[in-house]
């Protein structure tokens, strides 16, 4: 019996059309798709009810569809729906609703899967080698990989039972980023501050953490056979330019089965060829101030700065003050931050600032979405009018606090998670008024993140951010609130904010402890800028 392809989605419509019609395509058909649909995290996703028509009028193969009645996130979709598939079937080829198959995929993942059936050292087959085109000079079409391909892959259930146990649980083979050894890439050292941050929604890179425990190899094919088409969408969504660019021209299909076979041992080539790929990408998919760091690099430097801040704090506290000299300035890092630090305290504006956006934003029973939520009074006064408010904050002590005193308590609060800083894992166009109040100082990529704030949300964004002011500001320039990266004087905003929309403003005035008056245009006492920026 043929293998079955086993598809996973969410609320990708367009995207999964096009996986479909190529699964459809295929030169060989399994005799069964299986399909695990996740639910939606918001009751207005009408996304997810789309996804689930569209699969309902599959009749061009077998399909079994295991509709999630709730959200239950990627990783937990992904993992518990493969340990059910393999209580039942020896083997399967996976694939996501934005994976994209050439014609021969399942063909070749077929033949591959069994070629490589009764050796125990292969985990997986694939059809993405991150790898430049092909290798050159290499003698079989496919290569023996020590990095985990999970854009189109196949395995088997007795792999899979042996790591089963540690996925459901959770559980790594590493601890820290030193840890973890660097042949299969120096990003995956990194990677595992990223399932730390957002454990719900990782599961390929703990598969390939614990292949690299094994020591386990992946038999892709040394070509394409598929391909990305999410990278302007969903977690990995609205990727740079350059990315996008990168991948068409480096990453062309080769629409061919497999013919000579590689024998599971380490080949020098594939690894110098993989680290080169990676080398190319990196520099593809950050800001070019960064291009020249590894990722690696860039967690031993989140690293440092997180010790950094830790020395400083400690000095801080056991050190008496005896010079008037200022301490030198250390760029603080952002996800160091916690507003628990401040549980008890309440910042007048932001108050002030969430009722300018209920009264002047926010329309009756429609939706919102709080970035960056802190300690959740916003999200209350959001609820006066709104028919459902959700909100994300990169900080889990904060959800943690909100869970155990907001969440249940107001019923139209709905959905609360943590985010990476930057991607919003919800649709385009998802919320009808977005607010981030007291944020923007805290990020760095400020263009990007407004970018996403824009993407999620219907009508605008409504912002507010100090407003730079003397008291306020060390000689050098720079905040004297430690957390804040910078703070702006409201032309400076206003040229970065004119960047992506038209901006309707607002400035709150007075004193830090209140009360304020509303302008529309800046005053000598104005405290926080406080800026609509309408969606084009």
């Not at 792999?159 to 559980?171: F, S």
């Not at 004119?498 to 400035?507: L, S, T, Y």
């Amino acid at each position: 019996m043929l293998p079955p392809i086993v598809l996973f989605t969410y609320n990708r419509i367009n995207t999964l059309q096009r996986v479909l019609d190529a699964i459809q395509a295929q030169t060989k058909l399994p005799e069964k798709m299986i399909v695990f649909s996740d639910g939606a995290c918001l009751p207005t996703d009408n996304g997810v009810l789309e996804v689930r028509k569209i699969l309902r009028n599959i009749d061009w193969v077998d399909t079994e569809i295991i509709e999630r009645p709730k959200n239950i996130g990627c990783a937990s979709n992904i993992i518990d729906g493969l340990s059910d598939v393999f209580k039942s079937n020896s083997q399967a080829v996976i694939l996501e609703d934005d994976v994209l198959p050439a014609h021969h995929f399942y063909e070749s993942m077929v033949l591959m899967l069994e070629h490589y059936y009764t050796d125990e050292h292969v985990f997986a087959v694939g059809g993405y080698p991150s790898v430049s085109k092909t290798i050159a000079d290499y003698p079989c079409d496919v290569i023996m990989s020590p990095r985990f391909s999970c854009w189109g892959w196949g395995t088997w259930a007795d792999r899979w039972k042996r790591i089963e146990y540690d996925l459901v649980q959770r559980k790594l083979p590493y601890s820290t980023p030193d840890e973890i050894p660097t042949h299969a890439g120096e990003d995956i050292p990194a990677s595992i501050l990223q399932i730390k941050s957002h454990p719900d929604f990782y599961w390929d890179i703990p598969i390939a953490l614990h292949c690299l425990r094994n020591n386990w190899f992946h038999a892709i094919t040394n070509y394409y056979l598929t391909n990305n088409i999410g990278l302007m969408s969903g977690h990995h969504g609205h990727s740079r330019p350059e990315l996008i660019q990168f991948t068409q021209e480096n990453n062309a299909i080769e629409d061919k089965n497999p013919r000579k076979f590689s024998k599971p041992e380490a080949d020098p080539r594939v690894d110098s060829a993989i680290r080169a790929y990676l080398s190319a990408v990196n520099q593809a998919a950050i800001p070019s101030k960064d291009a020249s760091r590894t990722d690696r690099q860039i967690a031993q430097l989140a690293v440092s700065k997180v010790k950094e801040t830790i020395k400083r704090a400690y000095n801080f506290i056991k050190t008496p003050i005896k010079s008037n000299k200022p301490i030198p300035a250390i760029k603080p890092n952002p996800k160091d931050y916690s507003t628990i630090v401040g549980v008890g305290s309440v910042v007048p504006c932001q108050i002030e600032a969430y009722f300018l956006a209920l009264n002047q934003y926010l329309g009756e029973k429609e939706t919102a979405l709080d970035v960056g939520f802190g300690l959740g009074y916003g999200l209350n006064i959001l609820a006066i009018k709104a028919s459902s408010v959700s909100g994300v904050d990169v900080d889990p002590k904060t959800l943690e606090y909100c869970r155990n005193t907001i969440l249940g308590r107001n019923p139209r609060l709905d959905h609360l998670d943590i985010y990476d800083g930057y991607s919003l894992l919800f649709p385009d166009n998802h919320f009808d008024l977005v607010t981030c109040v007291d944020v923007l100082e805290h990020v760095e990529d400020y263009h990007h993140f407004l970018d996403e704030l824009l993407r999620v949300a219907r009508k605008g964004v409504f912002i507010s951010t100090p407003n730079r002011r003397p008291e306020y500001t060390n000689p050098d320039g720079t905040p004297k609130n430690y957390w804040h990266l910078r703070e702006w004087s409201f032309e400076e905003l206003d040229e970065i904010l004119k960047q992506h929309g038209k901006v309707d403003w607002n400035f709150l005035n007075g004193p830090f402890e209140g009360p304020f008056i509303h302008s529309k245009t800046i005053q000598k006492s104005t405290l926080t800028l406080s800026p609509f920026v309408v969606k084009q």
